[in-house]
């Protein structure tokens, strides 16, 4: 062994010995600065990038399971009437398109869920509504049904986080103007037949005074 031998390993020890402490500490604060969020924050909007969706699903839980199912006796579809501080919405839900969705909508409804309950988001394409807890982080978690079916001007979707798969079973929204992007990414169970003009005129905090149902021919 050359008398260079012994410093130079150790000098090659000392520039190991600082990566690995500047690579641990690397390592600590992205772990500390990009927590989870919560299962109730996945739910707060609706996304108008599918690119932050994607990002947000590597966050987002996995694999849920549906909460309801399809009912003995469902008829093919259904009119509500959501009654508004600023008037009456009318729906018209298809439970072809839906079903469960449907089923969980009738449901809460029936129930008087909604009574009393605001519109948290208003903006000017869609105003979503439902949350128990009134700021877009309440309601639990449901089975996101898919379809066919293009989100235009009046249509009824499901609020959900950055996983595709799972939606909120409390908030919906009404869109305002025609949302191609939603398409096949949201939960789209029914369309306005009578009250676009209050859908316009809705703001935040207005309330939901109830939700009748009628069944159709």
Do not use: C
């Amino acid at each position: 062994m050359n008398k260079w031998s012994v410093p130079l390993l150790l000098i090659i020890f000392a520039i190991f010995g600082a990566v690995l402490l500047l690579t641990q500490g690397k390592s600590d604060k992205n772990a500390a600065g990009s927590p989870l969020p919560s299962d109730a924050a996945t739910f707060q909007a609706i996304s108008l990038s599918p690119i932050q969706e994607q990002q947000q699903g590597a966050n987002a839980q996995q694999g849920a399971q549906p909460t309801v199912g399809v009912g003995e006796g469902m008829k093919a579809s259904y009119s509500a009437i959501i009654k508004t501080s600023k008037g009456n919405i009318t729906v018209n839900l298809t439970t072809a398109t839906a079903p469960n969705t449907i089923k969980n909508f009738l449901d809460k409804t029936k129930s008087g869920f909604y009574k009393n309950l605001t519109f948290h988001r208003v903006e000017d394409w869609v105003i979503q509504g439902g949350d128990p807890k009134g700021d877009g982080s309440g309601g639990g978690q449901m089975q996101t049904e898919l379809n066919n079916v293009p989100f235009v001007r009046g249509s009824l979707g499901v609020a959900r986080g950055g996983n595709i798969n799972i939606s909120n079973d409390a908030q919906f929204f009404i869109t305002k103007t025609d949302a191609s992007w939603l398409n096949q990414q949201y939960t789209n169970f029914g369309v306005v037949t009578d009250g676009l003009d209050v859908v316009d005129k809705m703001a935040i905090g207005d309330k939901i005074l109830g939700i009748t149902i009628q069944d159709t021919k």
